[in-house]
């Protein structure tokens, strides 16, 4: 089985979620809880996987000025998304056994991540 559903807007960077931590540990909770909250709604209408997937993020920026490791940290939140909304039974390897990263050119118009997921 193949799914594919779209995040519109982009996620915060490694380096944002960082200087949230640092200035008060709450507002990282915060950030964390709001952007899993948001791709769990964006994946609410998908069917539960069963067995391993990979998952494939096309991260579509609205400009190039951030480093692709900095945009990636966001796996965190889609996967972490996935489980919440009921897609996946979990993010660890025995259910995950694989992530791809494409970074196409930017969208100033329209910043997105679009997601695949395909079980293996």
Do not use: C
């Not at 950030?31 to 991260?59: D, G, Q, S, Y």
């Not at 920026?61 to 796996?75: L, T, V, Y």
Request: without cysteine; hydrophobic residues 40%; aromatic residues 10%.
């Amino acid at each position: 089985m193949i799914q594919r559903f779209t995040i519109q807007g982009r996620f915060p960077s490694l380096n944002d979620y960082v200087s949230a931590e640092r200035a008060d540990r709450r507002f990282g909770a915060s950030m964390k809880r709001k952007e899993t909250k948001r791709a769990a709604e964006a994946a609410e209408h998908l069917a539960k996987f069963t067995n391993p997937v990979i998952v494939t993020f096309k991260w579509i920026e609205p400009n190039m000025r951030r480093d692709i490791d900095n945009i990636a940290f966001a796996h965190k939140f889609i996967l972490d998304g996935l489980v919440s909304a009921g897609v996946l039974e979990g993010d660890s390897r025995k259910y995950v056994i694989g992530l791809q990263d494409e970074f196409p050119e930017p969208d100033p118009d329209n910043p997105r991540v679009e997601i695949t997921i395909m079980e293996v």
